[in-house]
Nanobody, 127 residues
Framework: QVQLVESGGGLVQAGGSLRLSCAAS????????MGWCRQAPGKEREIVAS????????YYVDSLKGRFTISRDNAKNTVFLQMNSLKPEDTAVYYC????????????????????WGQGTQVTVSS
């Protein structure tokens, strides 16, 4: 079973950038598709982006394409989320997640596809 620990959240002004990191342990990192999801107050958790096991394929929710970039370093068991041009509506708790059932090139597109979750990191964007 993989354990996931996020870092890099914080308070940023609108238009700024943040880079989230997620360190994985306890499993074979390259056997999991990885993703980032977020949950704003009073809203359901939603997927933001995902990466296939090798990092060759990526998925982004349409509304975030061009501002957020997911990447992974399988040698360091880490997945990243680079967030640019942040907006107040990006304020949420961001979760790292792992999908053990994805094929080699598969990219999860829904929160229900993930099997393991981190504890989350708060991102607050001020106007």
């Amino acid at each position: 079973q993989v354990q996931l620990v996020e870092s890099g959240g914080g308070l940023v002004q609108a238009g700024g950038s943040l880079r989230l990191s997620c360190a994985a342990s306890g499993g074979t990192f390259s056997s999991y598709a990885m993703g980032w999801c977020r949950q704003a107050p009073g809203k359901e958790r939603e997927i933001v982006a995902s990466s296939s096991r090798t990092g060759l394929n990526e998925y982004y929710v349409d509304s975030l394409k061009g501002r957020f970039t997911i990447s992974r370093d399988n040698a360091k068991n880490t997945v990243f989320l680079q967030m640019n041009s942040l907006k107040p509506e990006d304020t949420a708790v961001y979760y790292c997640a792992a999908d053990r059932g994805a094929g080699r090139l598969g990219t999860p597109t829904a929160t229900a596809e993930f099997d393991y979750w981190g504890q989350g990191t708060q991102v607050t964007v001020s106007s």
